[in-house]
């Protein structure tokens, strides 16, 4: 499965994008879905979570602005990043995960894992 991200580009402060992911194909037994960003010079770090239960997280510096959405209307695990009031410290590029459950080979014997799916991700370039 492929993840497809959109909605990056230049915006201006305080402006309110919405990237969008959408999986090329149905993910079984997914656990969650995430948003990830990285910026120049930094590591990537964990924005926005939705489990497969609906519950959501979020990284501090993103809450109360960002909103982490399933969009099942355009595909099954698609989801969105609604961003508000965005700052010029949220540039970055941002990646769309996904984590589910597979299939893992100790060695000796089968249990059940995580694995993960990454998109290829989408900049946003916040700045006037």
């Known amino acids: 499965v492929q993840l497809q991200a959109s909605g990056g580009g230049l915006v201006e402060p305080g402006r309110s994008p919405r990237l969008s992911c959408l999986p090329s194909?149905?993910?079984?037994?997914?656990?969650?879905m995430s948003w990830y960003r990285q910026a120049p010079g930094k590591q990537r770090e964990l924005v926005a979570t939705?489990?497969?239960?609906?519950?959501?997280?979020?990284e501090d510096s993103v809450k109360g602005r960002f909103i982490i959405s399933r969009d099942n209307a355009e595909a099954e695990n698609a989801v969105s990043l609604q961003m508000y009031k965005l700052k010029p410290e949220d540039t970055a590029t941002y990646y769309c995960?996904?984590?589910?459950?597979?299939?893992?080979?100790?060695?000796?014997?089968?249990?059940?894992?995580?694995?993960?799916?990454w998109g290829q991700g989408t900049l946003v370039t916040v700045s006037s």
């Open positions: 995960h996904a984590e589910y459950k597979c299939q893992k080979y100790s060695g000796s014997y089968y249990y059940t894992g995580t694995c993960e799916y």
């Open positions: 194909g149905r993910i079984f037994n997914l656990n969650a």
């Open positions: 939705i489990t497969n239960n609906g519950m959501t997280n979020y």
